[in-house]
């Protein structure tokens, strides 16, 4: 899954696509590099992150989706938390929403996403953008994540959604520490075991600096990106959610190489 930025802010290339234009070329060049599907995104989650108004995101969203669909048949997806704007994306060709909130932001959201009939994905955050990082705490991190999605899921099916529609994400980052990211990681295949395949997303996040204190930029993290990819592909996640698309397509096609008798 390549990542389609149309924010001012997000962490690690906010305001580099300033046209809807250019985030529609952007987003070919990553279907050129390998990405089968395309992440749309026009509010920031990044830690600290503000709110964006529905209508804004809307604008900003539609008419890259309009774009990409114009050119390219695949998979579209709408990074959003608000049900307005997922059903805005859908109606002009999204076919996933992916929902860090995984459809908590407002009562009518499992209903809407029953309703659009596309894939959904939930993933676990603790507290809000703003506030997720403000010394999160877990007993047992791991179990907490995955009780807590399966009990999403559960909600979204209650609602209607399709068992077969649903993806799980961790969500890494959001609302946890280094040792929580990395617990996660290593758990990937026990969130998998819960019976929804996994979405997994570390792309050049602020827990690789944690770990070499010298990748203070996001742009100076695709080798730890690289590796925590491929753990979580080897752990069983079905999509890898990415910036740099080319260089984790061929990571992940030496791996399955290596993986072959």
């Not at 704007?85 to 932001?105: C, H, I, K, P």
């Not at 209650?158 to 994400?169: F, S, T, Y």
């Not at 609302?175 to 990211?181: A, P, S, V």
């Not at 996001?218 to 753990?231: F, I, K, V, Y």
Request: with cysteine.
């Amino acid at each position: 899954m390549g990542i389609v930025n149309v924010t001012p802010d997000s962490f690690s290339d906010g305001g580099r696509l300033g046209s809807a234009q250019a985030a529609v070329d952007h987003g070919l060049a990553l279907v050129e590099q390998g990405a089968a599907i395309l992440d749309i995104g026009g509010e920031s989650t990044r830690p600290g992150a503000g709110p964006v108004e529905e209508a804004e995101e809307i604008d900003r969203v539609v008419p890259v989706i309009l774009g990409l669909r114009d050119r390219w048949a695949g998979p579209i997806s709408i990074d959003t938390m608000k049900p307005a704007v997922a059903r805005a994306a859908v109606a002009a060709g999204a076919t996933m929403w992916n929902d860090v909130t995984a459809l908590t932001y407002s009562p009518e959201a499992p209903a809407v996403a029953a309703d659009l009939g596309c894939e959904v994905v939930l993933m676990h955050m603790r507290g809000a953008p703003r506030t997720m990082q403000a010394d999160p705490a877990y007993d047992d991190v791991v179990a907490e994540v995955c009780g807590w999605l399966v009990g999403r899921a559960q909600a979204a099916m209650a609602a209607g959604v399709a068992r077969e529609r649903i993806w799980l994400d961790p969500g890494l980052g959001f609302g946890k520490t280094l040792e929580h990211n990395l617990a996660l990681t290593r758990a990937v295949d026990r969130l998998a075991a819960r019976g929804f395949p996994v979405l997994y997303g570390a792309s050049r996040k602020r827990m690789i600096a944690a770990i070499d204190p010298s990748a203070t930029d996001p742009g100076d993290r695709l080798g730890g990106s690289l590796a925590l990819a491929l753990e979580a592909a080897r752990r069983g996640a079905g999509i890898i959610r990415v910036h740099d698309v080319r260089e984790t397509v061929q990571a992940l096609a030496v791996q399955e190489a290596l993986a072959r008798d």
